[in-house]
């Protein structure tokens, strides 16, 4: 018996903020994780007071375990960066 045609839905997602996110050109980042991969979405949010647009910018699909690295990583950094500022105190 063949499987059915399924169709996704796609939806557009307006973002709004009070305040603007980091800097003139804030992202966010969007993380989807399946078995086999992950899939980072970044997101630019339109700063002007007058929209609140969003729109996705970048879509990174990676396997997995490169992205589990990856995580591992920006831990590590993080953790080098905090310990360095203790040291300068």
């Known amino acids: 018996m063949p499987e059915e045609n399924k169709q996704t839905e796609i939806k557009a ?4 903020f009070d305040k603007v996110l980091g800097s003139l050109y804030a992202q966010v980042v969007g993380v989807v ?3 086999i991969d992950i899939t980072l ?3 630019y949010i339109n700063p002007r ?8 910018v970048s879509r990174i699909t990676i396997p997995r ?14 953790a080098e960066h905090e310990a360095k500022k203790g040291d300068r105190k």
């Not at 997602?13 to 709004?16: G, R, T």
């Not at 007071?49 to 996705?56: E, K, R, S, V, Y």
């Not at 375990?65 to 993080?78: C, F, M, P, Q, R």
């Open 13 to 16: 997602i307006n973002v709004k």
């Open 33 to 35: 994780v399946t078995d």
């Open 41 to 43: 979405e970044f997101v």
């Open 49 to 56: 007071p007058d929209t609140n647009d969003a729109q996705l």
């Open 65 to 78: 375990v490169v992205g589990e690295s990856l995580a591992k990583n920006i831990t590590d950094i993080i």
